[in-house]
């Protein structure tokens, strides 16, 4: 069982909807909890960044950290075309360690 | 953020030489680099933790021999593939963390280099 579970997709949605990003984790220890996008043929791009629990809003983005459930989540409100890219969720354990634990990446299509 | 580059961004290659991909942090020093390296469609694996005036920490199964790395100065990394195949192509990326943020595990990445071994 890998560490960290995400769903590749890809997933297709139309300009303006609200798109649903998740991933699971089986390490109890993991406390810091972010999102990266990566446009193709590119590093990627640091959007959320979350420690321990809780909801975490930025613009059109937010990010959800359960971690009873060990489950994380992203939303993008009003999707846009430039929206388009993997989005990977990624997340570390304590102690200032900075070893990051990837997800397998969701590839997500915002069409107009 | 920070600014983590990486150069080149692309290279091709002979089978069994050696190609050098520069990391370097333009706007903060690094004492810690990760090198990552990425299949198409997959996720990023780490490879190696760089740390700056020591020697790399691979992870399990990465060659040490094979992918030289050396961070000579708080601003800059260098991964070597030495005598390259064509399994070795793949997308590599470099990451640092800027430590003015105080946030563990918060790190900026290059762009990636795509190697092509031919």
């Known amino acids: 069982q890998k560490e960290v579970e995400q769903d590749p997709g890809p997933l297709s949605v139309p300009e303006g909807a609200i798109v649903s990003l998740n991933c699971t984790y089986s390490n109890s220890a993991f406390q810091y909890f972010m999102w990266y996008r990566q446009y193709s043929r590119k590093g990627p791009e640091l959007l959320m960044y979350t420690y321990s629990s809780g909801n975490k809003e930025d613009g059109r983005f937010t990010a959800q950290v359960d971690k009873s459930s060990k489950y994380i989540s992203l939303f993008i409100r009003d999707s846009q075309p430039s929206d388009s890219a993997t989005y990977l969720c990624a997340m570390s354990r304590t102690g200032g360690y900075n070893k990051l634990i990837f997800g397998a990446g969701t590839r997500l299509a915002v069409h107009p | 953020g920070a600014v983590v580059s990486q150069h080149p961004s692309w290279v091709i290659c002979k089978s069994g030489t050696s190609v050098k991909i520069e990391c370097r942090s333009l706007d903060f020093q690094a004492t810690t680099m990760f090198w990552y390296r990425q299949f198409p469609k997959q996720s990023l694996m780490l490879m190696a933790t760089?740390?700056?005036?020591?020697?790399?920490?691979?992870e399990q199964g990465v060659e040490k021999d094979k992918f030289l790395i050396n961070h000579a100065s708080l601003t800059l990394s260098t991964l070597t593939v030495t005598s390259a195949h064509p399994e070795d192509s793949s997308f590599y990326i470099c990451?640092?963390?800027?430590?003015?943020?105080?946030?563990?595990?918060?790190?900026?990445f290059g762009e990636g280099s795509r190697l092509t071994v031919l």
């Open positions: 760089s740390n700056e005036g020591s020697k790399a920490t691979y």
């Open positions: 990451s640092a963390r800027e430590p003015r943020t105080g946030r563990t595990g918060e790190l900026f």
